[in-house]
């Protein structure tokens, strides 16, 4: 037995190992008088792309080691990122505080942030799980099956009835640990970052997450196989030690996968696109969620005797989950429908949606509706179930005027990005279409909302320009990029910044639009051969080839003739205060 726990253990290690983030440039630096010294130190096969480094910007690639003497200051950013000839990293800010003769370096935090936000929503996916009709009943049956096994062993003390529930849910975290790595591994990172901008897959959870929905709502029921669980069930209880409950914990996990599973299916997709460890942290928060009452319960069984049985209100929870897998597969299919151009679903339709959606749901939980699973006491509403009510209805109503084009912040992550709003009222209540007659040319691609110039090619928007003698705001986006949807709300939609925005022509380029070009371009990245195939692969290439940079968003203003007006690029960053700064308009 012991033999198989130390062969476990260092099969996870190993995983875990594998799973590390790429980091091929480590950074050092050296106070020297009054100057300092910093050394990249670049992993063979890779090269070193600096974007900024204090002041100075660079657009040269350094392979082996790089080093730099600059004049001393409090603080030294680095603005970098690093390829292969396969892939590019995200771009990142190493940081370099000196304190007298003593200096510290802050790694980049952009990825490490995005990690910890994983195991968060994580945690939270975990704590809904918990109170589906698929675990809850499960908590009391499994603390009961510890204590009565305890006590069923001759000499069995309380103590090991708490180290074996531990171990229960260990092996939970196990569980669920492994499956976010064993992801990591069969995809790899270039590939898990593709996943969650792929339309197909997008369509694909789409799918999966109504199809749950409609079970939830009482259609039809979901499980896997019972003989899967009674296999592992029988084979259990026939077997000791550490093996045993890892056993019963994977019963659990299969018992449990009708309700846990589009909430695990969301979070790893959520988490492909942000690292290579971002799905394995997602499942530990997850798993240490969904693992903590059964350990904690087994402690302290008397607790167990207050927990509400169960009954109409997981019902109600359930049906309130539907609602919002409902609403979060909007999300999914919106991705597809941008990257190939359907335009099904618009921004305002998918507002209307979920304006429908988290309108039924404050119905439902008032009681103005039922589904064939609710009980007789569901109408009669619940304090609980009233205040839910008030927020799901509010939330609603909140949404209303984003169907004139109102920012909605709350939403940009999920939304369609505003140019697909087919109208839009502007400040002084006029209502203005999505595309206007330009005097001078026939631009396929210009749109004008609220008085901002946007086109979606590069060659167009800089003809424009040119013509008009206006400078560029380049603008690399994503259909499927998160943090471009909460850029476009949280800051370029400000009134004071609109207010400069409008003296530059919008140039946004998608680099995952699945449009076809009408010839493939062949080209050469990284010594090798490269075929463009679409509008998203050549404005992609564009990105890395000129910029060093494959993360979106990706901000650059340019002159009518395509030079760089202001050095240094713009990405992710809600500071309104220090974008203005960076805008020279």
Same mark, same amino acid.
């Given at each position: ?234 084979? =259990? ?6 093996? =045993? ?341």
């Amino acid at each position: 037995m012991k033999k198989f726990i130390y062969t476990f253990v260092a099969i996870f290690i190993a995983l875990a190992a594998q799973a590390q983030l790429i980091q091929p440039i480590k950074w050092t630096g050296e106070v020297v008088g009054d100057s300092v010294r910093l050394t990249a130190t670049i992993e063979q096969g890779w090269h070193l792309n600096i974007i900024e480094l204090g002041n100075g910007f660079y657009m040269d690639e350094y392979e082996g080691t790089f080093t730099e003497t600059i004049a001393k200051a409090d603080t030294i950013s680095v603005r970098y990122n690093a390829c292969d000839d396969k892939m590019c990293t995200a771009p990142e800010t190493w940081e370099f505080v000196t304190v007298g003769d003593k200096a510290k370096g802050d790694e980049a935090k952009g990825e490490g942030q995005s990690i910890w936000w994983i195991f968060v929503m994580g945690l939270l996916g975990g704590l809904l799980a918990i109170f589906t009709p698929c675990v809850w009943p499960i908590i009391p049956m499994t603390v009961s099956f510890f204590i009565k096994r305890g006590g069923a062993a001759k000499g069995t003390t309380n103590a090991q009835v708490v180290r074996d529930a531990i171990l229960y849910g260990l092996s939970i975290v196990i569980i669920y640990v492994g499956l976010g790595l064993l992801v990591t591994l069969i995809f790899g990172a270039s590939a898990l970052n593709a996943l969650s901008t792929n339309a197909v897959v997008n369509i694909i959870f789409f799918l999966i997450l109504v199809v749950f929905a409609a079970s939830f709502f009482g259609a039809f029921e979901i499980t896997l196989p019972s003989s899967w669980s009674t296999a592992l069930n029988s084979k =259990s209880s026939n077997t000791t030690g550490f093996l =045993s409950i890892l056993l019963m914990a994977f019963t659990l996990v299969i018992v449990s996968f009708s309700c846990t599973g589009p909430i695990i299916g969301t979070l790893l997709v959520e988490a492909a696109g942000k690292s290579l460890l971002a799905p394995a942290m997602g499942m530990l928060g997850f798993a240490i969620a969904l693992a903590l009452p059964f350990s904690l319960f087994a402690m302290f069984p008397s607790v167990l005797k207050k927990l509400p049985k169960s009954g109409g209100w997981m019902n109600t929870f359930k049906v309130t989950l539907a609602f919002l897998e409902l609403a979060l597969a909007l999300k999914f299919l919106s991705v597809a429908d941008l990257a190939y151009g359907w335009h099904i679903l618009d921004r305002e339709v998918f507002v209307s949606l979920w304006i429908v959606i988290f309108s039924l749901l404050g119905c439902y939980l008032l009681g103005l509706i039922s589904f064939p699973h609710d009980d007789e006491d569901h109408r009669k509403t619940s304090v609980s179930r009233l205040f839910l009510a008030i927020i799901s209805l509010s939330f609603a109503m909140y949404m209303v005027p984003g169907l004139w084009g109102a920012p909605l912040r709350a939403i940009s992550a999920f939304a369609p990005p505003m140019t697909t709003q087919d109208w839009v009222m502007t400040p002084g209540g006029q209502v203005i279409g999505e595309r206007l007659e330009v005097k001078g040319g026939d631009y396929k691609t210009m749109t004008n909302h609220g008085g901002q110039i946007t086109f979606t090619d590069y060659e167009e928007g800089m003809a424009y320009a040119k013509e008009n003698n206006m400078p560029v705001f380049l603008d690399f986006n994503g259909f499927g990029c998160v943090n471009c949807r909460k850029m476009e709300a949280a800051v370029l939609s400000k009134p004071e910044v609109a207010e400069h925005m409008h003296k530059y022509v919008l140039v946004s380029l998608i680099v995952d639009d699945k449009t076809k070009l009408e010839e493939p371009i062949t080209v050469e990245e990284n010594g090798k051969t490269v075929t463009l195939k679409t509008i998203g692969d050549k404005w992609s290439h564009m990105q890395r080839a000129h910029y060093q940079s494959n993360a979106q968003p990706y901000y650059v203003q340019l002159d009518a003739d395509g030079n760089r007006i202001v050095e240094g690029s713009y990405a992710y960053d809600e500071d309104i205060e220090k974008f203005l700064n960076w805008l020279k308009y």
